[in-house]
C-alpha cells in the first residue's frame, strides 16, 4: 500500500540515467579542482636549477609550496616577485619557480 508521502517509485528512463552519468563525474571532479585553487600553482619544477641552487632552495631555505605558518607565506613576503595571474612567480633570493602561497625559513614580512 502506497501513501501520498512516500517518494515516487524509481524509474529507470533513458533521461534518468543520462543524467545520472553526466553527473557523476562533475560531483567527483568539484572537490579536487577546489583544492587545487586553494593550493594555487604547481611551482615544484626544480629541474633548471644548478645541485647548489637546489640545495640552498630545498635545505637552507627549507622551501615549501604550502607555507607552514598560513601569515608568512610567500606573497606576503619583501623577496617575493610575483608571476602572472595563476602562475607561480619568483624569488630575489631562493631560485626556481615560488608558489605564492609557499614559504621558507627566509621570510622577510612587506613593510607597511
Ligand atoms: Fe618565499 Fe622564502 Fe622567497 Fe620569501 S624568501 S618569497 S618566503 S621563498
Do not use: W
Amino acid at each position: 500500500m502506497t501513501t501520498e508521502l512516500d517518494p515516487p517509485p524509481a524509474t529507470l528512463t533513458r533521461r534518468n540515467v543520462l543524467v545520472r552519468a553526466v553527473s557523476l563525474p562533475l560531483v567527483l571532479a568539484v572537490p579536487p579542482a577546489l583544492a587545487a585553487c586553494a593550493r594555487g600553482p604547481s611551482c615544484n619544477d626544480t629541474s633548471g636549477l644548478s645541485a647548489d641552487d637546489a640545495k640552498i632552495r630545498n635545505e637552507a631555505a627549507a622551501y615549501q609550496e604550502q607555507a607552514t605558518d598560513p601569515t608568512k607565506h610567500c606573497s606576503a613576503c619583501l623577496q617575493f616577485v610575483p608571476g602572472p595571474k595563476d602562475a607561480c612567480g619568483s624569488c630575489k633570493v631562493v631560485k626556481g619557480p615560488i608558489n605564492p602561497n609557499g614559504g621558507c625559513k627566509l621570510f622577510q614580512p612587506k613593510q607597511g
